[in-house]
């Protein structure tokens, strides 16, 4: 955990040495009191904090989670719980999707991430935030395709293009159907559009038309997509007439 590189702007109390007995005394007691009736958020906030400071972001986050239950809008807890997300290692074996459900709300992760992409596209740090937070939602729900979506976009703005593409790649095999769908159709559409572009960088332009078709029938379509057609087929004309009679 301490080989992670925290945000600089989520700083947090972690540790990288071995927990001491004190402190390991002082969790022990802490949670010992939660059996009385007299514990409640404050209980659980201490204990957040002592779980920080152990170096422990997942313990951390629990106490954060069961905190929040008292007092949802605890403005503390609230900054605590994104500062634990963002210092989860994704690389721990405890960091399932088994493990991580009921910590780790997808739809929290997808709405802070967005925010991120777009208000903060020239952050590298930033980024990277958005990053992780949409790999926690997707770890939890691999069928959230809007996550999985911007995922990719996250990855394409740090400078990844083939994971970029492979994860718009595997939202538009998942094309939704049928209804109650949610945001499914527009991540598809926004897998498509980014699709149309990136198949053109590497060389796709049969694909990357296939792409701006499906795009063309969303409310994000306009003249631009019309361009962008018209683009790529000129592109597959030259090799076309190589085979005319």
């Known amino acids: 955990f301490s080989s992670r590189r ?4 989520l700083q947090g ?3 990288s ?3 001491s007995s004190d402190l390991a005394d002082a969790i022990g ?4 009191t939660l059996a009385s009736d007299r514990s409640g958020i404050e209980t659980l906030r201490r204990l957040a904090a002592l779980h920080e400071a152990a170096g422990d972001p997942l313990s951390a986050l629990r106490d954060v989670v ?5 007092q949802a809008d605890d403005k503390d807890l609230l900054e605590r719980r994104d500062r634990y997300l963002w210092s989860i290692p994704l690389e721990s074996p405890a960091c399932t999707a088994e493990g991580l459900k009921g910590l ?8 802070k991430a967005k925010g991120i992409l777009d208000d903060r596209r020239g952050d590298p740090e930033w980024l990277e935030v958005a990053e992780h937070l949409l790999a926690l939602a997707d770890r939890v729900d691999p069928g959230n395709l809007m996550a999985k979506a911007l995922l990719s976009r996250a990855r394409l703005c740090l400078g ?3 994971a970029a593409i492979a994860g718009f790649e595997a939202v538009r095999a998942a094309k939704p159907t049928g ?3 949610g945001d499914g159709p527009e991540a598809w559409q926004l897998a498509n559009q980014a699709l149309g572009d990136l198949y053109l960088e590497v060389g796709r332009p049969a694909e990357a038309i296939a792409c701006l078709a499906d795009f063309r029938d969303s409310p994000r379509s306009g003249a631009a997509t019309l361009f962008k057609l018209g683009q790529r087929a000129a592109l597959l004309a030259p090799a076309a007439q190589l085979f005319d009679p």
Do not use: E, N
């Open 29 to 32: 007691w802490w949670q010992a």
């Open 179 to 181: 209804l109650f769908q």
């Open 17 to 19: 040495d071995v927990c």
């Open 13 to 15: 109390d972690w540790s």
């Open 160 to 162: 990844d293009r083939d």
């Open 66 to 70: 069961k905190g929040l239950i008292y």
């Open 104 to 111: 780790v709300d997808p739809v929290h992760c997808v709405r």
């Open 6 to 9: 925290r945000h600089p702007r």
